[in-house]
């Protein structure tokens, strides 16, 4: 018979699986589990996409205070920035051009950030050797962490990194896998990309040169492309390089301010490793672990040990440096990949007793944990039901700064009173004199305040706000003449020593907002120095 002949094809299955009329259900019942199974990751991919739209904007949680900032940046585009390189203002400003500003608008960023990842993640375990169980197990454990329900709740550049920190280490898996030698090119773009996002992808840069360092990866340092695909993440970077110098490194000298001020919670390396633990859910431990583990040293793993020392470095550099507890997490993604092909093989389809238990058992854990943590990171709750939820469970969301909290997490709180602020300036600025308006500035004393004035002040007739925080200094006094000022956050006394007439007009508060953020405002005239000699004097890089 000829092997081309449809009997010919067909004939291998009826004589594995006896009658064809007898089957076929059993074998469209397969198949359509297969299919069930392939679509798993996109499904949950989905879900995470859904979570984040779904409460973008529910229970009064408005803009987070870092979105008004990157708004505010997005209207003066640069190379970069004092806190910050030029991409995510760049993006900010596509975002703004094409959909709006609306909260909507921007949340739109990290949802679908947030649904990458767990496509990514889900990829990368295949790309490791993983099955669907593996592949499903580590996309439903990027889709129920914590510390991922939290950075992509909001628009910032966090909701980016762990896209691009777990796209190298794809790379890096091709490459241990004898991928095409030109994936150093992809690798470099990547870093590159990353760095014009956020400097902390440096870490992951130095880390993962390191672990190619130690593993057989060094061969291809023989080679040209390694070196071209450095080359290519420099010349990405050199305008902001460029840039940092000719205005004199201020991101270095911000956080040198931040750390002589000690607004950072300072934990012991043992308190950041617990963090690392909490932040991406205490039950999802023995996955991301047993992923480092696997690497590290199991026969089948340790050819991808690169992923594993590169995490070790990541860890390393935090401990030395001080780092943030959230700022490893974009290196998580890849270890539980790994745990998920790890868990796979130690606990196979075929198990029996206890290891079958485990297997079946391990998905609804990780769904059940989340589903307990997610409303401590993820605003799906009112504010009030948040502060009973929270103390009937014992704990909150970790706290990263040392600033005095009301009833919510600063996570929380940061999203609260913007509107309600710039609607308090507004009724100021309209009851002053028309001679005295018509050269009003407004000064906030922070990037939230300017920031607000900035996104709600146009529609209620305001001025742009004047700012000596962070980038806000950059772009200066706008011609402002500083004869009246309407001046947040101040105090009588120190506003009396650059002002002759200093009268109290107003006060911020909100019930959830931030203690820090509840202020009074002044309306001052008479400046006994101009704005413009003043301005030096009002940098505040921290």
């Not at 014009?196 to 992951?204: D, E, I, V």
């Not at 950072?264 to 583990?293: I, K, M, N, R, T």
């Not at 906030?444 to 996104?455: S, T």
């Amino acid at each position: 018979m000829d092997a081309s002949s449809p009997a010919a094809i067909l004939e291998p299955v009826a004589a594995t699986s006896g009658a064809a009329a007898t089957r076929s259900p059993r074998t469209r019942g397969a198949r359509l589990a297969a299919l069930a199974g392939g679509a798993a990751v996109p499904l949950l991919a989905l879900a995470k996409l859904a979570i984040h739209l779904a409460t973008t904007g529910a229970f009064g949680y408005r803009y987070f205070v870092d979105e008004l900032y990157f708004l505010a940046c997005a209207r003066h585009l640069a190379w970069g920035y004092v806190d910050m390189p030029p991409l995510f203002p760049a993006l900010t400003a596509l975002v703004s051009a094409t959909l709006g500003e609306s909260l909507l608008a921007i949340r739109l960023v990290p949802a679908l950030a947030g649904a990458a990842l767990v496509l990514m993640t889900g990829r990368l375990a295949r790309e490791l050797g993983g099955g669907r169980f593996a592949q499903v197990l580590a996309a439903l454990a990027v889709l129920t962490a914590p510390a991922y329900l939290a950075l992509h709740s909001i628009y910032t550049m966090n909701c980016l990194e762990p896209l691009l920190w777990t796209g190298c280490a794809w790379v890096l898996v091709r490459l241990v896998h004898g991928g095409d030698a030109r994936l150093w090119l992809l690798f470099g773009a990547l870093t590159g990309v990353g760095m014009l996002n956020k400097q902390s992808m440096a870490f992951f840069a130095v880390a993962a040169a390191g672990a190619v360092l130690a593993t057989p990866l060094r061969r291809a340092l023989r080679g040209p492309w390694p070196w071209l695909g450095a080359a290519l993440a420099l010349a990405l970077c050199a305008p902001n390089l460029v840039w940092d110098a000719a205005h004199g490194f201020p991101h270095l000298e911000m956080l040198r301010n931040i750390a002589a001020q000690g607004r950072d919670v300072e934990l012991s390396p043992l308190a950041f490793l617990a963090q690392q633990v909490l932040y991406l859910d205490p039950l999802a431990l023995p996955l991301w672990l047993g992923g480092l583990l696997w690497t590290v040293s199991a026969p089948d793993g340790k050819r991808y040990r690169v992923l594993g020392l590169t995490w070790l470095g990541v860890i390393a550099e935090m401990l030395l440096l001080h780092g943030r507890p959230y700022y490893p997490m974009p290196a998580y993604p890849m270890l539980l990949a790994a745990g998920g092909v790890a868990f796979e093989r130690w606990l196979p389809a075929t198990a029996g007793g206890m290891r079958r238990l485990l297997r079946r058992a391990l998905p609804a854990v990780l769904v059940a944990a989340g589903a307990v943590l997610a409303p401590l990171v993820l605003p799906c709750l009112p504010p009030e039901l948040y502060v009973r939820y929270a103390h009937a469970l014992g704990f909150g969301q970790p706290r990263i700064e040392t600033h005095r909290l009301g009833p919510l997490p600063q996570l929380f709180a940061d999203r609260f009173g913007w509107p309600e602020m710039a609607h308090e300036v507004a009724r100021i600025y309209h009851a002053l004199p028309p001679a005295d308006r018509a050269q009003a500035a407004i000064f906030g004393q922070n990037y939230g305040q300017a920031g607000a004035i900035d996104l709600f002040g146009p529609r209620l007739g305001l001025p742009p706000a004047l700012s000596g925080h962070l980038s806000y200094w950059w772009w200066g006094p706008h011609g402002a003449s500083g004869q009246v000022m309407i001046v947040l956050d101040d105090d009588r006394e120190t506003l009396e020593r650059i002002f002759a007439d200093v009268r109290l007009a107003g006060h911020v508060s909100h019930p959830y907002s931030m203690p820090y953020q509840h202020f009074d405002v002044f309306v001052c005239r008479r400046p006994r120095v101009t704005l413009q000699e003043l301005w030096p004097q009002l940098k505040q890089y921290h």
